[in-house]
């Protein structure tokens, strides 16, 4: 690889010479792709050398290759991206969990000010006194009173052990306040909670797989067995996106005998790795406990590989919502300049031979579209029991269970500075809470809640307005407004925004959200899903489900025969 750098700074230097030496005359080599390869390398030399000698600004040649390398490779897939040096701290998060920090998440606002969002439990920031609401003003002397969050970031982030020196402003502190800390490694914790639900199941959520997320998965499971006999576990992969697959064969491993396969890759016929398969190799830590695995439209790779292999060997119910259907392989490779591409390399077959990718970019990329093939023209494959499942478009769930749906005001105040604001002062006011099991609103907090939202004019896109707005248009296109614009007229007086109502409407489910947000800034990430477990629909079916061991038998044994 750095001989071919060489080359192509060779070429660069060269077209800065004769910039017109990419323009080739006379007979044209055989178009192999060794051909266009080089005809490429030229061709890109020829037009950054141009671009340094002629634009009419100045212009960054690095920024403008890794902009140029970001959009090449994009046109591939989703997968495929490239890392420069100073971006391999994001990969290494990504496949590790690790950075050196303080350990808390940060966010911008609209007047570029930011604030700390969300310390994390047990991290320096939290353990350094720094909460939720602090408006960052400088870190080490620099100034960030108006910035962005890249650059804070990058700020915060340094080689554990070093010392760093945070100036904020507190919502309600009469002055800035310093504070002076070492970072440390930071370590993101894929289990962050699990526990004993309905009295005698185990319940473990999983957000995403790193290096560590067996270890941490392990650990959770050894440490539910130790405190009780346990009739079933829930294994939770809702939201998980995915990360290393040596670790989702290690954590199917936990619950089936070694020598099993779990994942088989298949790449181009010129790869001399082109077909590789994946067995367990360990002694399983229990193979007999009863199983229910969640997932839903945002499960995906790892995490499909851990719920279609399971599935497939009859080992676990899988429940909830069809998951992504990401079952391509990405493999991380070095460039020079200590640069990384990942590069998906593969597809992934699960043990009864499907492979669950549910789009083809192969279409995307010859400008087709994207093709998805619907449930039902997917291939039915067989589980060990003969029980039928299906490939291309995700893993299908053995009991469905649909989440109750949202209203949209919900999401615009997740996302709100004023509803943020309010829970900020609202902990200023109340040093200790109850705990996250027995922690309730009362009715004057949540009516103080409501008109504080009034009385900041809060927002939002109401559907309802919108949908009728299409209507209309609609109407007036196929020649039927005329007749019913009387009609129109009285639902949009009906649909005017009403604040009030809105709030006094959805209340139920904004109480939930607070609660689980105030939860959060007392006792972390932990204290907010260990009461969102209890209240989660999807884990109650599964419980149900656990203690329901004919059902569950039924589940997984093999069809009745025609």
Request: hydrophobic residues 35%; proline residues 4%.
């Amino acid at each position: 690889m750095r001989l071919l750098h060489r080359a192509s700074l060779a070429l660069l230097s060269l077209a800065c010479i004769l910039p017109l030496s990419a323009q080739r005359r006379g007979a044209q080599p055989k178009q192999d792709n060794k051909y266009n390869y080089m005809q490429a390398i030229d061709v890109l030399g020829s037009s950054m050398a141009l671009l340094d000698r002629y634009f009419v600004d100045s212009v960054d040649l690095k920024q403008l290759s890794r902009l140029g390398l970001a959009s090449m490779l994009e046109s591939l897939d989703p997968y495929t991206e490239y890392y420069s040096a100073e971006d391999n701290d994001k990969l290494r998060l990504m496949t590790t969990g690790e950075y050196g920090g303080i350990g808390s998440i940060i966010s911008q606002r609209p007047d570029s000010t930011i604030i700390i969002n969300s310390p994390m439990e047990g991290m320096p920031a939290a353990k350094a006194g720094l909460k939720a609401g602090d408006v960052i003003l400088e870190v080490d002397g620099k100034d960030f009173r108006r910035s962005t969050s890249e650059l804070v970031s990058a700020a915060l982030k340094g080689s554990p052990g070093s010392k760093i020196t945070i100036l904020v402003q507190r919502p309600g502190a009469p002055k800035p306040q310093l504070f002076s800390f070492k970072r440390e490694q930071v370590q993101v914790n894929p289990v962050p909670y699990y526990g004993i639900v309905g009295k005698d199941y185990g319940y473990i959520a999983l957000t995403s797989f790193p290096n560590t997320a067996a270890e941490e998965v392990k650990r959770a499971l050894l440490d539910l067995k130790g405190r009780k006999a346990l009739k079933g576990l829930i294994l939770d992969l809702r939201g998980n996106g995915g990360g290393l697959i040596d670790e989702a064969i290690k954590i199917v491993n936990f619950f089936v005998p070694a020598g099993q396969v779990v994942v088989t890759t298949r790449g181009r016929a010129l790869s001399t790795r082109q077909e590789m398969t994946y067995r367990t190799s360990a002694k399983p830590l229990d193979t007999e406990l009863p199983l229910v695995v969640l997932i839903d439209g945002s499960s995906a790779s790892a995490s499909e590989i851990v719920s279609g292999a399971l599935q497939d060997m009859d080992r676990a119910v899988v429940m909830g919502q069809k998951s992504y259907g990401k079952g391509l392989v990405q493999t991380t490779m070095q460039l020079p300049y200590d640069g990384t591409i990942k590069l998906t390399t593969a597809k992934y077959y699960i043990p009864s031979g499907r492979c669950i990718q549910r789009i083809n970019y192969r279409s995307v990329r010859e400008g087709k579209g994207e093709q998805v093939t619907p449930d039902s023209l997917t291939q039915v494959f067989h589980t060990r029991a003969g029980r039928e499942v299906r490939d291309a478009g995700g893993i299908l769930p053995d009991v469905k269970v649909t989440a109750d749906s949202l209203p949209t005001m919900l999401f615009y105040l997740t996302y709100n500075n004023d509803a943020f604001d309010w829970i900020t002062r609202y902990t200023q006011q109340h040093k200790t809470i109850a705990s996250p099991l027995e922690f309730r609103l009362s009715a004057a907090d949540y009516a103080d809640f409501a008109q504080y939202m009034i009385d900041k004019k809060f927002d939002y896109d109401r559907q309802s307005s919108k949908e009728l707005k299409r209507l209309e248009d609609l109407a007036k296109f196929e020649g039927y407004y005329e007749r019913t614009k009387a009609e129109f007229e009285r639902l949009k007086t009906l649909l005017v925004p009403d604040l009030k109502h809105d709030l006094d409407y959805h209340k139920a489910a904004i109480e939930r959200q607070l609660t689980t947000s105030i939860l959060t800034r007392y006792y972390y990430d932990r204290g907010a899903r260990e009461r969102s477990v209890t209240e989660d629909k999807v884990v109650s079916e599964g419980i149900k489900l656990l203690a329901d061991g004919a059902r569950y038998r039924q589940l997984l044994s093999p069809p009745a025969k025609k």
